[in-house]
């Protein structure tokens, strides 16, 4: 048990809400290798399916 | 009309609804790279700004059977949770268990006087459900509890995670918070690591994206905290009419206009199956019970309304792409098939196109999801490679890449294939989308005749995870279907859950 004070709870609440944007940062990765993908598909074999 | 025409036509006709049904399978794995796109929308829409410090006197109710070797270290810890003393009480509702259960709890009541209660059920074995009911109101007779939360009796909460729920019921708007279930099994083997792997996909992907449509599927049965406004809304107590008791509690709480959160910075440990037919048995109830709902709220789907989002399109997307998973890889596998022996080279053409995208939708879902949950990701890495079984792979890499297996591959060798082969191999390719299904469900008959750990393992590597739990929902609508006994089989567990 601990005693948290409402200034350390809304601090925590802040720093979890700014975590949250990084998922933003890693979905434009993700994408990325998506675009890395797509390239080697066209590299190799062209646009056509 | 003559009959050549008539024959025309009606080959046209074919080859459309060929056509449609190639497509539709592609609509679940579109569906998850949607749910995986608005994934970081969550870091804009989300429920953080209406929370706000909030310690209500919380009431956990631990439902146990025969749980004596687990249920004292899981009474300490969360007397150890990082909570305002004195707001906290643990019952544990005991389904008349013949170990030493009731012994260890008394000793734990003696241990913290007024914070943790044993309440016996004289008789048990009804289900989960009926366990939760006898706490619930008990709990709801007295004026104390302000909160409940339900949870598992062997899952294990990290220090932070309650605050970090109670938060969110600071706005009266939510009815219940949920949080994210991780596999912490202590010692881990390759089931358990899809498993964590899935959680990572359905929990910290799927339900960031339900936040942001703001309808949830579902509150983990391990981890839903309640307002007690929510509790008595719904009746005082937990449906006990289907084998889903935690959908039934999400959906109606949703119904009544309150919102259900996940976040996904609260942590709960949770010991996984470890075989095959353990899986089986747990997601069989799973899938049931949601075919079960899909029935009982079929007047909810794709119908809009301005009280709750259930009704939304994007969420009845998402749910059918799940209940129907098993009916959308028949379509494709019997659509592409009926479309290869009308016109080969269009089947070609849609089977490139469609799983050109499905391709692209699985590396996006995956590169995301291991950067969702790096430590789980690297733990699994064989399992997030494998996910969709190294078969599917190859299918998937016969779409981006033609010719690869037919000419590249047996041309490495000085081999080359014959156009018989070539058939034989496009169709096999095309059939494979369902027969893995039958390949999944032999993991489990093989599970069942004893198998050894390396054998199941290399099988569902190259069969795949994801075709296990698609089979799984195919058996849930042959026993629906069959209206096979419901029963609450309680998950074996060792209770090594990792600290």
Not at chain 2, 443 to 454: E, S, T, V
Request: overall charge positive; glycine content about 8%.
């Amino acid at each position: 048990m601990n005693e948290m004070t409402d200034e350390d709870a809304r601090a925590e609440i802040e720093r979890d809400r700014r975590r949250e944007r990084r998922v933003v940062w890693q979905a434009a990765l993700a994408l990325g290798v998506v675009l890395a993908f797509v390239a080697v598909r066209l590299l190799l074999v062209g646009w056509g399916v | 009309m003559n009959a050549q025409s008539w024959i025309e036509t009606g080959r046209t006709v074919l080859a459309v609804v060929a056509l449609i049904c190639a497509l539709i399978g592609a609509v679940p794995a579109v569906v998850m790279a949607m749910q995986f796109l608005l994934a970081p929308v969550h870091g804009f829409v989300n429920h953080y700004r209406r929370a706000a410090p909030f310690f209500p006197r919380v009431a956990i109710i631990v439902p146990a059977w025969n749980e004596g070797a687990v249920i004292g270290a899981s009474i300490d810890r969360l007397m150890a949770l990082e909570y305002p003393a004195g707001r906290l009480r643990i019952y544990v509702v005991d389904d008349a268990s013949t170990d030493d259960t009731p012994e260890v709890v008394l000793a734990k009541a003696q241990q913290y006087p007024g914070a943790v209660h044993h309440l016996r059920r004289a008789v048990g074995g009804e289900g989960k459900a009926h366990t939760l009911n006898h706490g619930i109101r008990h709990v709801l007779s007295e004026q104390w509890m302000e909160a409940l939360l339900i949870m598992d009796a062997d899952v294990i909460y990290l220090a932070d995670s309650l605050r970090k729920m109670t938060r969110h019921l600071a706005d009266p708007e939510v009815g219940a918070v949920t949080a994210y279930i991780r596999e912490g099994s202590a010692q881990k083997n390759f089931l358990s690591r899809f498993v964590s792997f899935e959680y990572v996909l359905a929990q910290l992907g799927s339900r960031r994206a339900q936040n942001v449509l703001g309808a949830m599927a579902c509150l983990a049965g391990g981890a839903q905290l309640h307002s007690r406004a929510n509790i008595e809304a719904l009746g005082g107590h937990i449906d006990t009419g289907s084998l889903a008791e935690d959908t039934v509690t999400t959906f109606e709480t949703q119904l009544q206009g309150r919102r259900v959160v996940f976040e996904p910075a609260a942590v709960v440990l949770a010991e996984e199956p470890h075989r095959v037919e353990a899986l089986w048995k747990q997601r069989l109830r799973w899938a049931r019970g949601n075919v079960q709902l899909t029935r009982r709220y079929r007047n909810l789907w794709f119908r809009p309304s301005r009280r709750h989002r259930l009704g939304s399109i994007s969420f009845g997307l998402t749910w059918f792409s799940v209940a129907l998973l098993p009916m959308f890889m028949l379509a494709a596998s019997i659509g592409l098939i009926v479309l290869y022996e009308i016109d080969s080279e269009l089947a070609h053409v849609v089977f490139r196109s469609m799983w050109i995208v499905i391709g692209c939708a699985y590396i996006y879902t995956i590169a995301l999801a291991v950067q969702l949950d790096p430590p789980t990701a690297r733990a699994a890495w064989r399992e997030v490679l494998m996910f969709p079984g190294l078969l599917s792979i190859m299918v998937m890499l016969s779409a981006f890449f033609p010719g690869l297996f037919t000419a590249t591959v047996p041309g490495l060798f000085g081999l080359h294939m014959t156009a018989i082969g070539v058939d034989a191999w496009q169709l096999s390719v095309y059939a494979w989308i369902s027969v893995c299904m039958i390949g999944a469900w032999f993991a489990k008959r093989l599970d069942q005749m004893g198998a050894p750990n390396w054998l199941m393992a290399l099988y569902v590597y190259i069969v795949g995870y994801g075709p296990i739990l698609c089979a799984i929902t195919f058996d849930a609508y042959v026993k629906e279907a069959r209206g096979a006994a419901m029963v609450w089989d309680k998950t074996e567990k060792t209770g090594r859950v990792l600290g």
